[in-house]
């Protein structure tokens, strides 16, 4: 069984990540390794972003592992995802998860921007940066769709109840987990991520 470090403590993150990855590959998170600090995301680019995040905990990983050997994974990735809507040039963007605040105020904001425009068209990407023997890659996953006129659906997290993926009549929010996972900008981030891997 691989070990891989997930370097995020989001909850719904971890959940949809292990729901996704393959059954030989463990994910464990920052509280899975003992792993605190808080990482500053300084980043202007989702890219960045992501590369911060798995620098910062590796490089704490391969220190600790120097001194505990009972800590054992063959890598670090880190995420950073983008809504990128078209009628305002790409934001929120690298801003997206503190846009207005918190995820209501964000969805919020969202649907106020957009109260005018016919141009509702959007979309989400993620960035995922892999650090492994000091070899870093970065694999990108992105879903089209439209921004929805207004909240629908009690599922995911975060812009899932505002988003409509290409090809369906429905939000995030209201698509099982499994197809929502299985053409997401994660999802699709995170295939590529196991090709890597593989």
Known sequence: ???????????HKLEE???????DITVLSLHDIGFE???EETGATLEQNSAI????????????IANDQSIVAFGVFADDTGLEIDA???APGVYTARWAGEPAANRAK??????????RNAQFRT??????????????????????????GDGGFGYDP?????????????????IKNSISHRGRALAKLVQVLR
Do not use: C
């Not at 910062?56 to 600790?64: G, I």
């Open 1 to 11: 069984m691989k070990k891989l470090v997930f370097a995020s403590n989001n909850a």
């Open 127 to 152: 960035v995922i940066t892999l650090i492994q023997n000091d070899t870093i890659t970065q694999v990108e996953g992105i879903v089209r769709g439209e921004i929805a006129e207004k909240e629908r």
């Open 53 to 64: 995040k798995a620098h910062a905990v590796y490089q704490w990983l391969k220190q600790t």
């Open 162 to 178: 505002v988003f409509i993926p290409d090809g369906y009549n429905k939000t995030f929010a209201e698509l099982p987990a499994n």
């Open 37 to 39: 600090a808080e990482i």
């Open 88 to 90: 305002l040039h790409g």
């Open 110 to 119: 969202a649907l106020r921007e957009l109260a005018d425009s016919s141009n």
């Open 17 to 23: 990540v292990r729901a996704i990855m393959p059954d």
